[in-house]
């Protein structure tokens, strides 16, 4: 009988929790804005300066309960979209997703209240109701997990995966705290050095994405003197 109890308190507790979460329970942060620190794009606006927008991808996800769907989103690494997020719950979800944040370059979130054109992310909060665009272009391939952070949503399917597909031949711009700089000619060469004598049979995850984006500046970089030699007719 004791255990009984204590079974029917842990489940009622359990269950005003997930109804908190589900409304008012976070901190209400509108769209929780990150810094351009360590993992985010250096200069977005470059980017988003250098494509059309008036050929941007519009791609639909949409909140019902608990539930975000679809259950997998896919985009081009390069092109443009407008992510349109539509809330018909009676819930607010905050849509987080740290690396998807941090691997795009963001132009602007169109809100009900007015156009955002900040560039970093931590989540994106839809109210009951709402419907929230985000125009952005993804720069980095990969899987990346998506999620309501809302307690308790989880549970119920307020999950997502996001693909980015690769491009071939896309130069993906310098991540913040990871790539090399070329204003700086002693820190590609100690890049050099350090990806020549990395063991990448022995890296674990953080020396490896760290080698990686290195490696894709350090393409870039050559890029851009074959482009200056071709200029000169070199």
């Avoid at 560039?119 to 109210?127: A, G, M, V």
């Avoid at 985000?134 to 949503?153: N, R, Y």
């Avoid at 350090?194 to 063991?199: G, P």
Wanted: hydrophobic share 40%.
């Amino acid at each position: 009988m004791v255990m009984t109890k204590r079974a029917a308190t842990l489940t009622a507790v359990l269950a005003i929790l997930i109804v908190a979460g589900c409304g008012d329970f976070r901190l209400d942060r509108a769209d929780a804005i990150g810094n351009p620190v360590e993992g985010y794009l250096k200069d977005p606006a470059t980017v988003v300066a250098n494509v059309d927008w008036s050929q941007a991808q519009r791609v639909d996800a949409t909140v019902e309960g608990y539930q975000i769907g679809p259950e997998r989103l896919t985009f081009q690494q390069g092109q443009p979209y407008r992510l349109r997020l539509e809330n018909n719950s009676n819930y607010t979800c905050y849509l987080a997703s740290e690396n998807f944040f941090k691997n795009i370059a963001v132009q602007k979130l169109v809100t009900p209240t007015g156009v955002k054109t900040i560039p970093y992310y931590e989540e994106i909060s839809i109210t009951p109701g709402e419907v929230k665009e985000l125009f952005f272009v993804p720069v980095k391939d990969g899987i990346f997990e998506a999620e309501c952070a809302s307690i308790g949503h989880t549970v119920f399917g307020g999950s997502m995966t996001i693909s980015v597909a690769r491009t071939a031949g896309y130069a993906m711009p310098v991540i913040a705290g990871g790539a090399l700089s070329s204003a700086n000619p002693e820190e590609v060469k100690q890049t050099i050095r350090l990806i020549q004598s990395q063991s990448i049979r022995t890296a674990n995850r953080a020396q490896l994405e760290r080698i990686k984006v290195d490696v894709v500046e350090f393409i870039r970089l050559i890029r851009e003197r074959e482009a200056e030699l071709d200029a000169a007719g070199e």
